[in-house]
């Protein structure tokens, strides 16, 4: 089976954010960029499937050519290919321009899957979005935020962790799939992975080869106004009998907090 796994390249969340507030984007310069968290998920995920039951696992990520290192990662990992659909405006945090680009992309160029891996969401925009928007840009059944995946054959059973209960949900293939936290342990990159990542070409493809307008991908969503989150006030603290004490929380959370 050949699957498909896309990727995206993100800040990593150690890194100090800094806002451009006359462009309302963020600073890119000094920030440290790796591969989106829950995509590791997606990728070992492949790997797993690949290694259970044969096949080809296919990285695809959309970006500028900086998002290179990431897929070489993914091959370093143990992926067979990877493809950049080069893409050079800036996030723009639209889902649906996102998945308009990935569904033309496997329209046009990787019609042979299998199945679709994507992380869950992406740390950089948090929207969860794009899994479910290629899954019904390209009319296919989909499972989100899975902990537990089975393939068999042409069918595929998939468990997620809802609230108080344990989710299990049964699909054909093709299928997108949407992984969570937990659904594996992604491995680390051998030394002799690396070492042949580097030697593979990752090729780029152009929105003329995908035979995409500008007009067809124009962003849907403005980002307004970028702000960094207010800084956290001092607690308080009370020094007083845990009678006197218990009161005088009770006040504050009601007169000031006003959370009761």
């Known amino acids: 089976m050949n699957i498909v796994v896309f990727v995206k390249r993100i800040p990593d969340t150690e890194s100090r954010i800094r806002i451009n507030h006359e462009t309302d984007t963020i600073v890119e310069e000094g920030l440290n960029f790796v591969?989106?968290?829950?995509?590791?998920?997606?990728?070992?995920e492949a790997l797993r499937l690949r290694e259970a039951g044969g096949g080809k696992v296919t990285v695809l990520s959309v970006g500028a050519e900086q998002s290179l290192v990431i897929l070489k990662k993914c091959l370093a990992m143990g992926a067979d290919e990877a493809f950049l659909l080069k893409d050079n405006t800036p996030e723009t945090y639209d889902g649906l321009r996102m998945a308009k680009i990935i569904a033309r992309a496997l329209e046009k160029k990787f019609s042979d899957y299998g199945l679709l891996l994507f992380g869950k969401q992406s740390v950089g925009a948090d929207n969860a979005q794009v899994p479910?928007?290629?899954?019904?840009?390209?009319?296919?059944?989909?499972?989100?935020?899975?902990t537990k995946l089975e393939i068999e054959g042409t069918k595929g059973t998939a468990h997620r962790e809802i609230e108080g209960a344990l989710e299990k949900v049964s699909f054909s293939l093709p299928a997108v799939i949407s992984a969570q936290k937990g659904l594996n342990e992604p491995r680390y990159e051998t030394l002799k992975g690396i070492m042949m990542a580097k030697k593979k070409e990752i090729p780029m493809l152009t929105f003329e080869d995908l035979e995409?307008?500008?007009?067809?991908?124009?962003?849907?969503?403005?980002?307004?106004?970028?702000?960094?989150?207010?800084?956290?006030?001092?607690?308080?603290?009370i020094e007083e009998e845990p009678e006197e004490a218990a009161k005088k929380m009770v006040e504050y959370l009601h007169r000031e907090a006003k959370v009761i």
Do not use: C, F, H, W
């Open 212 to 237: 995409l307008k500008e007009e067809d991908i124009a962003p849907l969503l403005k980002v307004t106004k970028m702000e960094s989150p207010p800084p956290r006030q001092a607690g308080k603290i």
């Open 35 to 44: 591969l989106n968290p829950y995509d590791e998920y997606a990728v070992e």
């Open 132 to 146: 479910s928007m290629v899954a019904e840009l390209l009319g296919l059944p989909q499972v989100n935020v899975v």
